[in-house]
């Protein structure tokens, strides 16, 4: 009951925030007082927020790559993690390299991956999935 009732009261008084803001004494703060500067979050949290991530990039993959559960699951999650870390809308800027994978040309596709600014700013990740998508095995 206690629970309950706390709930209530700390999500009228402190109200709920979706996004990052910083609270009435600067401090970075979300959800329902979250106090981002000085508590953080948790391992379990960070897990939950990745599993959220990841189904929700899944979700747009799915919407706006629906070929791409047709390959095989390594190279599926090349897709997921580069859609992961630039979005699904910069990902299908890559027209030639999801070409090349959509063929299946997955070597000619993992040499493409290397042609980009993306691979440039991530360095060793691009050359790990570029090979991953190559090979079909996780890296």
Not at 13 to 19: I, M, R
Not at 73 to 85: C, I, K, P, Y
């Amino acid at each position: 009951m206690m629970l309950e009732e706390i709930v209530k009261q700390l999500r009228r008084d402190e109200g709920v925030s979706l996004k990052p803001y910083k609270d009435s004494v600067g401090k970075l703060t979300i959800g329902i007082g979250r106090n981002l500067d000085d508590v953080g979050i948790s391992n379990v949290e960070a897990d939950l927020f990745l599993k959220n991530d990841i189904n929700r990039t899944m979700a747009a993959l799915d919407k706006d790559l629906p070929w791409w559960l047709s390959i095989d699951e390594a190279r599926r999650g090349v897709l997921l993690n580069m859609a992961f870390n630039i979005g699904v809308t910069r990902l299908l800027g890559f027209h030639d390299t999801l070409n090349l994978v959509r063929l299946g040309r997955y070597v000619e596709a993992g040499d493409e991956m290397l042609n980009s600014t993306w691979a440039k700013q991530v360095g060793p990740r691009a050359t790990r999935l570029s090979q991953q998508m190559k090979s079909g095995t996780w890296q």
